[in-house]
């Protein structure tokens, strides 16, 4: 049974660095062909793909500028998790953050609907 777990602050204050981690077991991150993809929801809106690194290493983004530019998603596969950091933010970006175990890549679906595996997410709020 894979599982994900994400972790991490739940208070953020403006203009500061959110960053979250997702634990995963019962999977490798390095296993092919799985896309581990960070999602997110703020309130009273839909689901929103944020962005994933691939089993390879390969990182790919939102290509909304506004978030492409301050998103950034790596790995650590000693410890089997993978990261999100979110710069500058704003209270925008209080959201419910998600992370997700995908088997197709994304240039083929971004659709954050669409998952293998779910946790049970984390609130964030950005406040001061």
């Known amino acids: 049974q894979v599982q994900l777990q994400e972790s991490g602050p739940g208070l953020v204050k403006p203009s500061q660095t959110l960053s979250l981690t997702c634990t995963v077991s019962?999977?490798?991150?390095?296993?092919?062909?799985?896309?581990w993809t960070w999602i997110r929801q703020a309130p009273g809106k839909g689901l929103e793909w944020m962005g994933a690194v691939a089993w390879s290493g390969s990182a790919y983004y939102n290509p909304d500028p506004s978030l492409k530019r301050r998103t950034s998603i790596s790995r650590d596969t000693s410890k089997n998790q993978f990261t999100l950091q979110l710069s500058s933010v704003t209270p925008e970006d209080t959201a419910v953050y998600y992370c997700?175990?995908?088997?197709?890549?994304?240039?083929?679906?971004?659709?954050?609907?669409?998952?293998?595996?779910r946790g049970k997410g984390t609130l964030v709020s950005v406040s001061s």
């Open positions: 019962g999977d490798s991150i390095t296993a092919s062909p799985y896309y």
């Open positions: 997700v175990r995908k088997s197709s890549p994304p240039w083929v679906s971004r659709n954050p609907n669409e998952y293998d595996y």
